[in-house]
T-cell receptor
Framework: AQSVTQPDIHITVSEGASLELRCNYSYGATPYLFWYVQSPGQGLQLLLKYFSGDTLVQGIKGFEAEFKRSQSSFNLRKPSVHWSDAAEYFCAAPGPGANNLFFGTGTRLTVIP | SAVISQKPSRDICQRGTSLTIQCQVDSQVTMMFWYRQQPGQSLTLIATANQGSEATYESGFVIDKFPISRPNLTFSTLTVSNMSPEDSSIYLC??????????FGSGTRLTVV
């Protein structure tokens, strides 16, 4: 079965520091992978997605993610975090033969001044 | 990408009553999904609602509790019936577009008292 795992429930970083949020997947074929952000009281906004090709994907708001098949990972990165990045981040992927997205448990990002 | 208008954005309801949530999409889409996000949790799929067929419910969700309508390719409703405090959640609709993009509504924050 499709599984997307986000090992970190909560991460705290200082403003201006770099960020890496982890996502692991269990999937036989090359998956479609997504990162979404949910600000407090808001819906989900797509940051970036990976389908195929270049394994380093650029997204909005200065985020990027790298697909590493050998590690079954699709980690989200940002070189310098802004206070407005404080939010919940979800990694997601459709399951085999499924049309909908399955979501990881999410990582809550806190940014301190 | 598609733009989804979801209403209401929030509501406070009495237990035992029902609430109908609407999602209007600005383009025709075949696949539409309804998710529930319980407080502090990730998103869980309730059902898939494709136009012209009965909604398909995930394990743990039943039509009597969450009836869904999908009268055309741009609109769907989800009703939360006979509500209890355990139904307090954020409910989100989502569509999958031809380019495998998934767009989400802004969510309905439901509180049952």
């Amino acid at each position: 079965a499709q599984s997307v795992t986000q090992p970190d429930i909560h991460i705290t970083v200082s403003e201006g520091a770099s960020l890496e949020l982890r996502c692991n997947y269990s999937y036989g074929a090359t998956p479609y992978l997504f990162w979404y952000v949910q600000s407090p009281g808001q819906g989900l906004q797509l940051l970036l997605k990976y389908f195929s090709g270049d394994t380093l994907v650029q997204g909005i708001k200065g985020f990027e993610a790298e697909f590493k098949r050998s590690q079954s990972s699709f980690n989200l990165r940002k070189p310098s975090v802004h206070w407005s990045d404080a939010a919940e981040y979800f990694c997601a992927a459709p399951g085999p033969g499924a049309n909908n997205l399955f979501f990881g448990t999410g990582t809550r990002l806190t940014v301190i001044p | 990408s598609a733009v989804i208008s979801q209403k209401p954005s929030r509501d406070i309801c009495q237990r035992g009553t029902s609430l109908t949530i609407q999602c209007q999409v600005d383009s025709q889409v075949t696949m539409m999904f309804w998710y529930r996000q319980q407080p502090g949790q990730s998103l869980t799929l309730i059902a898939t609602a494709n136009q012209g067929s009965e909604a398909t419910y995930e394990s743990g969700f039943v039509i009597d509790k969450f009836p869904i309508s999908r009268p055309n390719l741009t609109f769907s409703t989800l009703t939360v019936s006979n509500m209890s405090p355990e139904d307090s959640s954020i409910y989100l609709c989502s569509v999958r577009e031809e380019d495998y993009g998934y767009t989400f509504g802004s969510g309905t924050r439901l509180t049952v008292v």
